[in-house]
């Protein structure tokens, strides 16, 4: 039986929870539901991205498995929806330990209980992923940051201004080894129907349309692995093609970079 803070306020909209509902998910509240209808409202490609967002990282993990990667950390993670970090990792290489990092007592619920029931390659970090030397002092007691990891932050950077998202990047890159990876992927749009939507959200929780140039900025002179920085549906490392798609209101962009 999950459980969650005694302050907890179902009141409040939580980031990870209006993902939930997006992802159409049972783990929300009337706050979080309202948020999500006023951005549906606006933006109705809404829904459909956050989808696009999840696809993508399980490709993403897939191919880091592939490569020979064990271990992944998920940084500001959310509820742990299909397809999930884990399940896709160990789908490949079951011995593979994934770290999840969140602060939303109702995900951190869901986690622990996932964790202890049954799942010894997942462990749960209760943090803000913006106190770095807090999360990485967890993070050191599940993960051997000696080693290389996945470094995932989806759909996490345009809740922080382009300066405050190269900083946190840096400051994570910094603790991992050579031969790790980092993934990141932003919400993005040009249109009026966007901006609609970014600002519809900021009414509740502080978000940011970054340029292709500030995202790409974000990985600082780390080696992208081709395609490079891309629509997040375009994000497939076996095609050895551009692939031309048509112009959206909305997308997500995304990209994966080697550390060292």
């Known amino acids: 039986m999950t459980s969650v803070a005694d302050d907890f306020d179902v009141n409040v909209p939580s980031i990870a929870r209006?993902?939930?509902?997006?992802?159409?998910?049972?783990?929300?509240?009337?706050?979080d539901r309202a948020v999500a209808e006023k951005l549906l409202a606006v933006a109705p490609l809404t829904a459909q991205v956050t989808r696009e967002n999840r696809q993508f990282l399980a490709r993403a993990v897939s191919w880091a498995a592939q490569q020979g990667?064990?271990?992944?950390?998920?940084?500001?993670c959310g509820m742990p929806t299909v397809p999930n970090t884990h399940g896709t990792a160990q789908k490949i290489n079951p011995a593979a330990r994934?770290?999840?990092?969140?602060?939303?007592?109702?995900?951190?619920?869901?986690?622990?209980?996932?964790?202890?029931?049954?799942n010894p390659g997942v462990a749960v970090v209760d943090g803000d992923v913006r106190d770095t030397a807090q999360v990485l002092a967890a993070v050191r007691e599940s993960a051997d940051l000696e080693t290389p990891a996945f470094l995932m932050m989806g759909f996490l950077l345009h809740f922080f201004p382009a300066e405050a998202a190269r900083e946190l990047v840096a400051s994570y890159v910094a603790a991992l080894a050579p031969g790790s990876y980092v993934v990141l992927s932003v919400g993005r749009g040009d249109s009026d129907e966007a901006d609609d939507g970014f600002g519809s959200y900021s009414s509740a929780i502080e978000v940011h349309n970054h340029s292709v140039g500030d995202f790409t900025s974000f990985f600082g002179d780390l080696e992208l692995v081709p395609p490079g920085i891309v629509d997040s549906r375009?994000?497939?490392?076996?095609?050895?093609q551009p692939v031309e798609l048509p112009p959206r209101a909305g997308q997500v962009i995304v990209g994966v970079a080697r550390v060292g």
């Open 234 to 240: 375009a994000w497939r490392p076996e095609w050895d």
């Open 69 to 76: 990667l064990g271990q992944f950390i998920d940084l500001g």
């Open 98 to 118: 994934v770290t999840y990092v969140d602060n939303d007592p109702v995900v951190l619920a869901h986690l622990r209980a996932l964790a202890a029931h049954g």
């Open 18 to 31: 209006v993902y939930d509902y997006l992802l159409d998910g049972k783990d929300n509240f009337a706050a």
